[in-house]
């Protein structure tokens, strides 16, 4: 088995860690920033946000010709500092929220899939946390 690729996307936004976890984890605020470009967007999102609490996304491209659930099981949630947590196809992700001056940075690490190159999956989980940051500057700031 070959050893898996780990990937790691971050960014600085302008407000305090507890608007940014807010945000991050509240389904209603999801479905506005999860998307990594204007064709796509999250058309359902639920939470359950504990150790073996599930999560589950559904992204659309809004012209329907595809679309698909992401989600997951939490294996580790401290308030306001970290999210672990196992996708359904086995692999693992983990975010860190880091207060910075009243700016919080996020950092997430994830194992790549094999099906797409590594450097478009950084792209595309870029593109979703620099949409977030956008949203969140805007809401919450």
């Not at 302008?14 to 999801?30: E, H, L, R, S, Y």
């Not at 470009?37 to 999250?42: A, I, L, S, V």
Request: charged share 25%.
């Amino acid at each position: 088995m070959a050893p898996v690729t780990r990937i790691t996307v971050e960014a600085i936004v302008n407000a305090p860690v507890a608007n940014v976890w807010k945000a991050w984890n509240t389904p209603g605020d999801i479905m506005q920033w999860n998307t990594p470009d204007p064709g796509w967007h999250t058309s359902s999102s639920e939470n359950d946000l504990r150790a073996g609490g599930k999560f589950k996304n559904r992204m659309e491209a809004k012209d329907g010709s595809f679309g698909f659930d992401f989600e997951g099981i939490y294996d580790n949630v401290e308030l306001h500092k970290e999210i672990t947590y196992t996708m359904s196809d086995g692999r693992n992700a983990t975010t860190l929220f880091t207060p910075q001056n009243g700016k919080t940075k996020i950092e997430t690490t994830f194992d790549a899939e094999t099906e797409n190159a590594p450097e478009f999956q950084k792209q595309g989980w870029q593109a979703i946390l620099d949409n977030f940051v956008k949203y969140v500057e805007s809401t919450y700031s």
